[in-house]
């Protein structure tokens, strides 16, 4: 079973433009969860989507945004890009049906660097 | 809110030298404590889901134990490969809970 994807890899963009991040869940799993991963903050969790449903939000600013499209993929977006939005961003796919809700299973990241 | 503290921030072994990591959780009401492992530059990699206080979970040299409080992830005589950073999260039972990750324990395993 393949496992999670996300592209690109690596970005590097300048301040003020705006991102987009992909991630392909494994096959079958219909949860996906954004986290943003900084030497000093660990995992903070950004978004959780279900079913095309956001289900969890994390506490960041409007600029982090995402969505989910009907074979479970998902995007994740940040607007006017801040120096501070460097980090390793993490995708994690779960299986996640209503009665299980349990491990989540990691993609590489992205890594995106802020100019 | 959820608060998960790993100590130490970092160790230091020789090969084959055993040891533990800790995992201190404050949760309204646990539904999952997970353990992963991280290469540099890599996602997690999952290793254990432990759900009540008194369960243990075991794979090859890692051990993982519960309690109401806390937990621990137990090495027994680890090898270099065994260096990595793990992690320690917990996820809050009612509803759609996220996930809430500790800062990890940076394991370095001297040959």
């Known amino acids: 079973k393949a496992g999670v994807t996300q592209t690109p890899r690596y970005l590097i963009k300048t301040r003020g433009q705006q991102v987009t991040l992909s991630c392909s869940p494994i096959?079958?799993?219909?949860?996906v969860s954004w986290y943003q991963q900084t030497p000093g903050q660990g995992l903070q969790f950004l978004f959780e989507?279900?079913?095309?449903?956001?289900?969890n939000k994390g506490n960041f600013p409007g600029r982090f945004s995402g969505r989910q499209f009907s074979n479970s993929r998902s995007e994740m977006n940040v607007s006017t890009l801040e120096l501070g939005d460097s980090a390793l961003y993490l995708c994690a796919s779960s299986p996640a049906g209503t009665s299980s809700y349990n491990e989540q299973f990691f993609g590489p990241g992205t890594r995106l660097t802020v100019l | 809110e959820d608060q998960v503290t790993q100590s130490p921030e970092a160790l230091r072994l020789q090969e084959g030298e055993s040891s533990s990591l800790n995992c201190s959780y404050t949760v309204s009401g646990l539904r999952g404590l997970f353990w992963y492992r991280q290469d540099p530059g890599k996602g997690p990699e999952f290793l254990f889901t432990?759900?009540?206080a008194g369960e243990e979970k075991e794979k090859e040299r890692l051990k993982a134990t519960l309690t109401k409080k806390e937990s621990f992830l137990h090495i027994t005589a680890p090898k270099p490969e065994d260096s990595a950073t793990y992690l320690c999260?917990?996820?809050?039972?009612?509803?759609?809970?996220?996930?809430?990750f500790g800062t990890g324990t940076k394991l370095q395993v001297i040959p």
């Open positions: 999260a917990v996820r809050r039972s009612g509803g759609y809970q996220k996930v809430t």
């Open positions: 989507y279900f079913s095309e449903t956001q289900r």
């Open positions: 432990l759900y009540s």
């Open positions: 096959s079958g799993h219909r949860s």
